[in-house]
T-cell receptor
């Protein structure tokens, strides 16, 4: 069964450093998303991406965040200058249409 | 902005009993209501969903009801089993499907 894959599974970084999280969505999916989950809390929407552009973004997704689909398969989330409060599990998700989200296993980001 | 409220935050039931989780949403334009199950350290996975043109949907031991007028929807799990223990998230999606907002989650404990 096709899956969304994410790398790295865990990233430790120093405050102020740039981080790029990588995702390979399911191949025939058209809608791509990033969510984050601070330990023990809710799944929070960050951004959605469709037709090579951002469709929606939340207030969390400020100028420090950006997304890219550099080729036909990857979907990346960049955090330019990490803060302590960016520590969380970041989930990539994809969908074939506006319905069920298929989540990756997540990338745990720890900012020291 | 859009908001999804979920209750209770924790639910403990005896094996074989029923469990009910309730959610309300604020955006009247929402038309897709999925439920996700997240086991400890794992990704959220869809267990059932309902669209706004349907009032109730059932899949074996799981059922979901929707009251669009009241902006309420609920998850019902019958004959609970220990493997049902997990965190359950309700969610609501806007008309375009570009933003799915999650509730805060319900931690379900099923005691054997």
């Amino acid at each position: 069964e096709p899956e969304v894959t994410q790398t790295p599974s865990h990233q430790v970084t120093q405050m102020g450093q740039e981080v790029i999280l990588h995702c390979v969505p399911i191949s025939n999916h058209l809608y791509f998303y990033w969510y984050r989950q601070i330990l023990g809390q809710k799944v929070e929407f960050l951004v959605s991406f469709y037709n090579n552009e951002i469709s929606e973004k939340s207030e969390i997704f400020d100028d420090q965040f950006s997304v890219e689909r550099p080729d036909g398969s990857n979907f990346t989330l960049k955090i330019r200058s990490t803060k302590l409060e960016d520590s969380a599990m970041y989930f990539c998700a994809s969908a074939v249409y506006t319905g069920e989200l298929f989540f990756g296993e997540g990338s745990r980001l720890t900012v020291l | 902005g859009e908001n999804v409220e979920q209750h209770p935050s924790t639910l403990s039931v005896q094996e074989g009993d029923s469990a009910v989780i309730k959610c309300t949403y604020s955006d009247s334009a929402s038309n897709y209501f999925p439920w996700y199950k997240q086991e400890l350290g794992k990704r959220p996975q869809l267990i059932i969903d309902i669209r706004s043109n349907v009032g109730e949907k059932k899949d074996q031991r799981i059922a979901v009801t929707l009251n669009k007028t009241a902006k309420h929807f609920s998850l019902h799990i019958t004959e609970t089993q220990p493997e049902d223990s997990a965190v359950y998230f309700c969610a609501a999606s806007d008309t375009g499907g570009f933003k799915t907002i999650f509730g805060a989650g319900t931690r379900l404990f099923v005691k054997a």
